[in-house]
Every structure is written in structure tokens, then in C-alpha cells.
């Protein structure tokens, strides 16, 4: 028989959110091995779901809900394995009842703990149901909000390939009669499509860390090197410089080239817009999901730690 060590404990916890001591002596019955454990914690009963082993859950739905009054926004994602589940309606149910919740939930925290709309359960017990349900993990990833506090501030939500990509962006226009007009309006929702496809880090460079900077300019330094450049080092400085300030326009909002008015940075649309509308047009903040994003698939397509980690799994 495997020697039963706290690591294998750990997994089979993991995988199962059963007992610690149900987990050891499910191990002990299965002689060490993994799969036998989970087969016996399952027919127990003692969960009614466990996590599938050698699956990577990057599919599913990024999903946005905005209040009717624009001040308040949420984005949510949930993942499952397949298109095809992510497709289904008792997926879809469970993403409509998370995103509820999380309109309602305070910022920070962990939305699996919570009641379940409609339910006794928390949303992780029904997670598991649908677990056992559709044969894939599902995973509710991640989620943020944002408020806009301004008088004249509102919250918009931008969604690119069907749930596959959303943005939530805050804006500030110079009154009140902006804040409701096309034009805002249409510059907004521009700017979020614009995060969609370029993917700035930041709204203004302003933003960005001086660590962040220097570190750039590390690298750019150690690229001079290993291109074996021609030009004398005294001119490193000012080559450096010039590629930094490219960065800048690279990784924020203001700075990028807009993909709807090619010639123009958002920013000067943003100072073209705010002199029709009598004072200044502000981008304040913005959220990005991408589906998937950030999980990796390891050696056998092990369900990635990354995933479990963020799900607080």
C-alpha cells in the first residue's frame, strides 16, 4: 500500500472538499491510490461532486450586469472544460444567479461562500451539483465591480465574442446633459472596445509606477546589448527615452492609437469631445476579463493550480 502523506490528503481535500479525516481514511480504504478515494468519498455520499482530474477548465462565460441607474457595475467568470457546457442552460442559470449575487455582494468577497439565490445551499454546493451534473469541473473564477460616484459619472460594460471577452469602464462627463448624450455615450463605449482589443494596463501613463518604469527601462537596456547596437553608449540614454515614451502610448488607454479612428490617440478624441460638450471628458477606470486568461495547461492537461488558486478552491 502507497504510504497515505499529508500532500496526498491535501489533493484528495482538494479535489473533493470532503473531511481531512474522511480524506485519510478514504486513502487508507483505497490502498493510496487517488482515483479509488475519490470513488469511495463519492459513494459515501460525503460530497456529491469532486473535482476531475486532468482537466483544464478555460471555457465558459465572462459575464457584465450594470445597475438601471449606470452607478454600479459587475463582471463575473465562471469556467467550465467545454463550449458545449458553456452553451447549456443549467450553466447559464448557474452564471445568471452568481452575477446576481454579485451585484449585491461587497467588494472582495468570495462569492462561493454566499447563498445561493433561491437556495439553502452556498454557491459552491450547487457548483458541485453542476459539476456532477454536466461531467465538467466548473469553476467561478473571479469577479470585480465598479462604482461611478461622480454626479456625472456613469459605469459601462463593453462585451466582445459572446461572452468571451467584457470590459467594464467608468467615465466622467463635464454635466449633466453629457452625461446622457450620444456622443459621451459613443466615445465610452469606443474607449471599452478599445481595452477589449488593445489591452492597456492603465488608463494614463501618470498610472504607472515608477518601479514599473525603471524595470522597463531595464529591459529595453539589456535589449540594446544583446541586439549588439552600433550606436555609442552615451546614446543609450536618449534611445532609451524614446522607447519608453512608445511604451507609454503601448500600455494606456489615453496614450494607444484608437482602433475606431485610426490617426488619432483616444486621448485627443477625449480633448476633442470634452471642448463640443463644454469641459473636460474623463476615462476614470476600467476592468478587463478575458476568458481564460492567465490559466496555463501543465503536463497532462492537469486541472491548472492557477485556476483552483483564484477560485480559492
Not at 164 to 186: G, M, Q, W
Request: aromatic share 4%.
Amino acid at each position: 500500500m502507497a504510504e497515505i502523506t499529508a500532500a496526498l490528503v491535501k489533493e484528495l481535500r482538494e479535489r473533493t472538499q470532503a473531511g481531512m479525516s474522511d480524506c485519510k481514511n478514504a486513502l487508507v480504504e483505497a490502498a493510496g491510490d487517488m482515483e479509488k478515494a475519490v470513488e469511495v468519498i463519492l459513494k459515501k455520499g460525503l460530497v456529491k461532486a469532486a473535482a476531475k482530474a486532468g482537466r483544464v477548465a478555460t471555457e465558459g462565460e465572462v459575464r457584465t450586469t450594470v445597475s438601471a441607474d449606470g452607478k454600479h457595475g459587475i463582471i463575473v467568470e465562471v469556467n467550465c472544460q467545454t463550449d458545449f457546457v458553456s452553451r447549456g442552460d443549467a450553466f447559464k442559470e448557474f452564471v445568471a444567479k452568481v452575477s446576481e449575487l454579485a451585484t449585491k455582494a461587497k467588494k472582495g468577497t468570495d462569492l462561493s461562500t454566499l447563498k445561493y439565490p433561491g437556495s439553502e445551499r452556498t454557491v459552491d454546493e450547487v457548483r458541485q451539483e453542476l459539476v456532477a451534473k454536466t461531467g465538467e469541473q466548473c469553476v467561478v473564477r473571479r469577479w470585480d465591480s465598479l462604482e461611478a460616484t461622480g454626479a456625472n459619472t456613469i459605469v459601462h460594460a463593453y462585451i466582445h465574442m459572446g461572452g468571451k471577452l467584457a470590459v467594464l469602464i467608468t467615465a466622467e462627463a463635464p454635466n449633466a446633459d453629457a452625461a446622457k448624450s450620444e456622443p459621451f455615450l459613443t466615445f465610452v463605449d469606443n474607449s471599452a472596445m478599445q481595452i477589449a482589443a488593445m489591452s492597456p494596463i492603465v488608463v494614463s501613463k501618470d498610472e504607472i509606477p515608477a518601479a514599473t518604469t525603471d524595470k522597463q527601462r531595464e529591459i529595453f537596456t539589456a535589449q540594446l546589448k544583446e541586439e549588439g547596437t552600433k550606436a555609442p553608449e552615451a546614446q543609450w540614454p536618449k534611445i532609451i527615452d524614446g522607447k519608453v515614451a512608445k511604451w507609454f502610448t503601448e500600455v494606456s488607454l489615453l496614450g494607444q492609437e484608437s482602433v475606431t479612428e485610426p490617426g488619432s490617440t483616444v486621448d485627443k478624441l477625449r480633448v476633442e469631445l470634452g471642448k463640443k460638450l463644454g469641459g473636460d471628458v474623463k476615462l476614470l477606470s476600467f476592468v478587463r476579463f478575458s476568458l481564460g486568461e492567465g490559466i496555463e495547461k501543465v503536463q497532462g492537461d492537469d486541472l491548472a493550480a492557477e485556476v483552483m488558486k483564484m477560485a480559492g478552491g
